[in-house]
C-alpha cells in the first residue's frame, strides 16, 4: 500500500544481516560494512564500507554513519506510515454511500424516523466521549467538563453527535461529504446562540482538511463511518495525523459476523426496517480485531473496547461484553517521546550515550578517536 516495496525488501535484508553481524560477533576491533546508498536512477542499494569496532569489553562503538537523504526519507516511509502525509488526490468517501446519505439528509432530526437509534446511542456515546477525555485532564470546569478542548466529528452528518459534544464546551469541527447534511446541522444549530459559536460545519471529506489541519484535535470522533469508508486503513492515517500527540479517537461501527449480518442486514433493513434497505454493506465491516491491528500499525494504542446492543422494542442501547454486533472503540495516539526514532538519529543518540561513559571504560576514547 506504501509503495516502494522492492526498496524496503532489500533494506530489511541488508539491515538485517547488519543487526546479525555485529551483535553476534566476538572478535575485537572487527570492521563491517553498515551503510548503503540509493540511486535514484536505479532501484537498487550500493553498500560502502564503513566501520564498527568492537572494544575490549565487547561493547559497539560507532565510528561513522552515512546514508543519502534520498534513502533516510524512503526508509522513514516505510517503516513509520503515520509520518506521512496521505495524499489528498485519492479520497475515503464512497460515492454510493453519499447517494444514500443524501436522500436522507431531511431526516435527521426526526428523533422517531429512521434516525432513532442513532439519537438514542448518545446516551452510550457521549458520555463514553466524555469519560474517557476527563482522564487526560487535571480538572475541569463544572457544566463544561469538555472545555478547551478541540474534537473533530468525522462524518457528522444532521450533528446527532456534534451538538452533545459543542454543549459539554468542547470547541467541535463536524464535516461531511453529503453537502445537504452539513445545511441541516448548520440549519439545526442556529437555533442555540451557543452551540453556534462552539460548533463549525464544513461539507468536506477528512483528506481535504488533513494539511492544514494536522495535529490539531484533542479528540476525532468517527460514529458509526467506519463501516461507510472504501479504505479503512486510509482513514485511520487520516484521523492519526490531524490529532494532537495523546490525543484519542473514538469509533462506533460493527463487527463483522454471521449475527450482525443476520441481525444488522437482514432483520434491521429488510424485515424491521429500522434503517432503510442498502444502508450498510456486510462486507465493509470491520471486526474489533482488524481495527485493533490497523490502530496498531497507525501509532495509536487501544484503551478500550466495549460491546452495544440496542433493544428494537424499547428503543435503547446499553453496554454488554459481547462484541459481536455493536461495539465501541477507544485508541490513543502516541506522545511524541513514544514514537519510534528514526535511524540515524538512533544510532547519533547511542554514539553520545557512549561517549558519556568513555571515563568509566579504559580504551574507549582511543576507540573513538580512531
Known amino acids: 500500500m506504501w509503495g516502494g516495496r522492492k526498496l524496503s525488501c532489500s533494506g530489511n535484508r541488508f539491515l538485517g544481516a547488519i543487526r546479525s553481524r ?31 569496532i568492537f572494544s575490549d569489553y565487547r561493547i559497539m562503538w560507532f565510528k561513522s554513519y552515512r546514508m543519502t537523504s534520498a534513502c533516510l526519507n524512503r526508509i522513514k516511509i516505510h517503516r ?18 453519499v447517494k444514500t446519505f443524501l436522500a436522507l439528509a431531511h431526516k435527521w432530526w426526526d428523533e422517531q424516523g429512521i434516525y432513532a437509534p442513532l439519537h438514542s446511542m448518545n446516551d452510550l456515546r457521549v458520555p463514553f466521549i466524555r469519560d474517557n477525555l476527563l482522564k487526560t ?71 481535504e482538511i488533513l494539511e492544514e489541519m494536522i495535529e490539531t484535535f484533542d479528540a476525532v470522533v468517527a460514529s458509526e463511518v467506519v463501516e461507510h469508508v472504501i479504505d479503512l486503513e486510509a482513514f485511520i492515517q487520516c484521523c492519526c495525523q490531524v490529532l494532537k500527540p495523546g490525543g484519542s479517537l473514538f469509533i462506533t ?18 424485515i424491521a426496517g429500522i434503517v432503510p434497505k442498502g444502508t450498510h454493506t456486510w462486507e465493509k465491516f470491520v471486526s474489533p480485531e482488524k481495527l485493533e ?22 428503543g435503547y442501547w446499553h453496554w454488554t461484553e459481547n462484541t459481536s454486533l455493536n461495539y465501541a472503540a477507544h485508541a490513543v495516539k ?4 513514544d514514537q519510534p526514532v528514526p535511524a540515524e538519529f538512533a544510532f547519533k543518540e547511542e554514539t553520545e550515550e557512549l561517549r558519556g561513559q568513555d571515563s568509566t571504560i579504559p580504551g574507549a576514547q582511543e576507540e573513538l578517536k580512531k
Open 22 to 52: 555485529c551483535w553476534g560477533t566476538q572478535t575485537e576491533g572487527i570492521r563491517l560494512i553498515t551503510s548503503a546508498v540509493y540511486s535514484e536512477n536505479q532501484r537498487s542499494w550500493t553498500p560502502q564500507t564503513k566501520p564498527w
Open 80 to 97: 513509520y506510515p503515520w509520518t506521512r502525509l496521505y495524499s489528498t488526490s485519492r479520497t475515503t468517501v464512497d460515492s454510493s454511500e
Open 137 to 207: 485532564v487535571a480538572d475541569h470546569q463544572p457544566g463544561k467538563p469538555l472545555s478547551g478542548m478541540k474534537i473533530l466529528d468525522v462524518g457528522c452528518g444532521g450533528g446527532l453527535l456534534t451538538e452533545p459534544l459543542g454543549r459539554l464546551g468542547a470547541s467541535v469541527i463536524g464535516i461531511d461529504p453529503v453537502d445537504e447534511n452539513i445545511k441541516t446541522a448548520q440549519h439545526h444549530k442556529s437555533f442555540d446562540p451557543v452551540l453556534d459559536k462552539r460548533i463549525e460545519y464544513r461539507a468536506c471529506s477528512l483528506e
Open 253 to 270: 461501527t460493527i463487527n463483522k459476523t454471521q449475527l450482525s449480518y443476520a441481525l444488522g442486514i437482514v432483520f434491521a433493513e429488510e
Open 293 to 314: 491491528s490497523i490502530l496498531e500499525s497507525n501509532g495509536l494504542s487501544v484503551q478500550s473496547v466495549a460491546g452495544m446492543l440496542y433493544n428494537p422494542l424499547s
Open 334 to 337: 502516541s506522545g511524541v517521546q
